[in-house]
């Protein structure tokens, strides 16, 4: 299972970014796929998931502003999408796609991380 995240780079405060997460696989064989992200001097925390069924959840400090939305794009293939606003500089971190593909070990997978830096 391969994720290539993309998207990030910089903006002003109260701007917006789309990152998005290209999967190698569908989207109807993943259980959970979601958005991580690390500040520098931080552990990774979790910034919103989704199950197959559409269960949606966010991390506190981003809820409202922030939306998961995933997209199969063909059989085998999916794009899971982050989309970004009123952004504040406490949001700059590098962000990690994640899925998690019970049918393929080691089951939990990771893309390679994307920038944002929001500037105040």
């Known amino acids: 299972v391969q994720l290539q995240a993309s998207g990030g780079g910089l903006v002003q405060a109260g701007g917006s970014l789309r990152l998005s997460c290209a999967i190698s696989?569908?989207?109807?064989?993943?259980?959970?796929m979601g958005w991580y992200r690390q500040a520098p001097g931080e552990q990774r925390e979790l910034v919103a998931t989704m199950t197959w069924r559409g269960s949606a959840n966010y991390a506190g400090s981003v809820g409202g502003r922030f939306t998961i939305s995933p997209i199969s794009r063909d059989n085998d293939k999916s794009t899971v999408y982050l989309q970004m606003n009123s952004l504040k500089p406490e949001d700059t971190a590098v962000y990690y796609c994640?899925?998690?593909?019970?049918?393929?070990?080691?089951?939990?997978?990771w893309g390679q991380g994307t920038q944002v830096t929001v500037s105040s």
């Open positions: 994640y899925v998690n593909v019970p049918q393929v070990y080691p089951y939990d997978y």
């Open positions: 696989r569908s989207v109807f064989s993943i259980e959970v």
